[in-house]
């Protein structure tokens, strides 16, 4: 152990022990210590091994406090280190972006934080041109943006919701022509709030038509937990996949629909909350299990709503929120006005109450 201080080889000898023994911390330790006497073999071991025990993006911010301190140098780093971990410098990637020949009725900006990410937009993105519905909608996205792991720092809990630090992201928000945002980073469970689609750097197409039904107003047909049933489970809001009362005149009138055109049909939604909910259909679907189809009333629907885009919540409007939260109000000023030329009413109103 003593010469292992000095010496590379040694500290792998003794890595190689603790691993054979089954002792993952010590192992980590020892090719750590290796790898910070020169040994570019060792480093590669111990952010496999870091990564499988601590996961991604503590290897990374691991890795950016050596290169910070000095203990590592950059040209200890592969290319192929960079991008896998998230720590891209000057070396970011992208992946080109997609543009509807009937134009752009809603565009999205994605962005990724790591190789994994990148890769899985590049394919999510091909396989909703070659979908026979989604390649129908008049939505674009824009070409992909990389941020480095340790910055964007999304979370790796496969049994909650993916959270990242957006707040990193208010100068592309700033200065992006889009309204919605996609992040393709972390691990765990994906959701829609706040004009941000979040999904983790392993989904599938399926996963990303549910969510983006939420950017249209489409409620999960599951039983939702309490605090989400409070706000969803309001009287009066105006959903396309579900009622709150059997009552459906308010609803066909709303959608300009007939009553021929939907079958109400019990869901949980506000179980939690013992109050009623019905789809509109009698079919399980995608807002139920998201691997199940999409229905063609929903798919109507679905361009019924971006015919109006406008009356969609932008992300501007949420970074507004953070901002005001920050009592940074020419900021606030900023977003909020980006929201009003996206049409959003709401965002038009806060304006007008500055005014007055």
Not at 56 to 70: E, F, H, K, N
Not at 305 to 322: D, G, K, N, R, S
Request: proline share 4%; aromatic share 8%.
């Amino acid at each position: 152990m003593q010469q292992a201080q000095t010496d590379p080889a040694a500290a792998v000898r003794l890595a190689a022990r603790r691993l054979a023994s089954e002792e993952y911390d010590a192992a980590l330790r020892w090719l750590r210590q290796a790898a910070l006497l020169g040994d570019n073999s060792a480093l590669q071991h111990a952010l496999q091994l870091q990564q499988r025990q601590q996961g991604r993006l503590a290897t990374a911010q691991w890795l950016q406090q050596q290169l910070d301190s000095g203990t590592l140098t950059a040209q200890a780093l592969t290319p192929n280190i960079r991008s896998e971990l998230g720590l891209w410098q000057g070396n970011k990637a992208t992946v080109a972006g997609f543009e509807h020949a009937q134009g752009c009725r809603l565009t999205l900006q994605p962005v990724a934080s790591q190789q994994a990410g990148l890769d899985t937009w590049q394919q999510l993105l091909q396989q909703w041109q070659a979908d026979k519905q989604l390649s129908q909608l008049p939505v674009c996205f824009l070409p992909l943006r990389t941020v480095n792991s340790t910055e964007l720092a999304c979370s790796e809990h496969s049994n909650s919701l993916v959270h990242c630090r957006y707040e990193v992201l208010a100068d592309e928000v700033s200065g992006g022509d889009f309204s919605q945002l996609v992040v393709i980073a972390g691990r765990g469970k994906a959701s829609y709030n706040n004009g941000i689609l979040q999904l983790p750097d392993n989904a599938g197409l399926a996963l990303l038509r549910h969510e983006f039904m939420h950017i249209l107003g489409f409620i999960d047909e599951y039983q939702l937990s309490v605090e989400a049933a409070t706000q969803v489970c309001q009287p009066g809001k105006h959903y396309p996949n579900l009622l709150l009362t059997a009552d459906s005149r308010a609803y066909l009138a709303y959608w300009q629909l007939q009553a021929q055109d939907i079958a109400l049909t019990p869901v949980r939604t506000c179980a939690a909350l013992q109050q009623p909910a019905y789809r509109v259909i009698a079919q399980n679907n995608l807002m139920r299990s998201y691997e199940l189809a999409l229905p063609q009333l929903y798919f109507q629907l679905a361009q019924r709503i971006l015919a109006q885009p406008e009356q969609l919540m932008p992300v501007q409007y949420y970074f507004a929120y953070l901002a005001r939260q920050q009592q940074n109000w020419p900021q606030w000023q900023h977003f909020m006005q980006q929201a009003s030329e996206w049409g959003y009413a709401d965002a038009q109103q806060a304006l007008d109450g500055t005014k007055g």
